[in-house]
């Protein structure tokens, strides 16, 4: 509390409210079902669903920083397959062809604070091989 060294010895006290900030402390979590391996067939259906990608973040009741987004990592995929971004589901977009390549190795990025709520974002990638 201050005080006031003169004459009278003067002290105040007063109250002082602290506002402890949440922070976007912790990256996304992908699942340990999250798979390292799918085998799929070449003549797949366009648009069908191969996978699901499923992270969690411990900070998700925390001002949106634990909101979980999902991307393809590598831009040279995104001709082949997309992500619904708030599902985590991985979808065929063009038919696949086993003389092209037999293995395709997807990363996908989980990152969190998608409104960039004043914090850094945080992410984690996850790779799955698909052979054709």
């Not at 979590?29 to 067939?41: C, H, Q, R």
């Not at 366009?46 to 831009?75: C, K, L, M, P, W």
């Not at 997807?106 to 799955?128: I, K, M, Y």
Request: proline content about 6%; glycine content about 8%; hydrophobic content about 35%.
């Amino acid at each position: 509390s201050p005080s006031d060294p003169g004459n009278g010895g003067h002290v105040t006290t007063g109250m002082v409210e602290v506002e402890v900030l949440v922070r976007n402390d912790n990256a996304p979590v992908f699942s340990d079902d999250t798979p390292l391996f799918v085998s799929i067939l070449e003549n797949v259906n366009v648009e069908a669903a191969i996978g699901v990608f499923t992270a969690d973040d411990a900070d998700a009741n925390d001002n949106g920083f634990g909101t979980v987004r999902y991307s393809i990592a590598d831009g040279y995929l995104s001709d082949r397959f997309k992500i619904d971004p708030v599902g985590g589901v991985l979808s065929v977009i063009r038919p696949l062809n086993f003389e092209e390549t037999s293995t395709i190795n997807v990363t996908v990025v989980a990152t969190d604070n998608p409104n960039h709520l004043g914090d850094p974002v945080l992410d984690a990638q996850h790779s799955t091989n698909y052979d054709v």
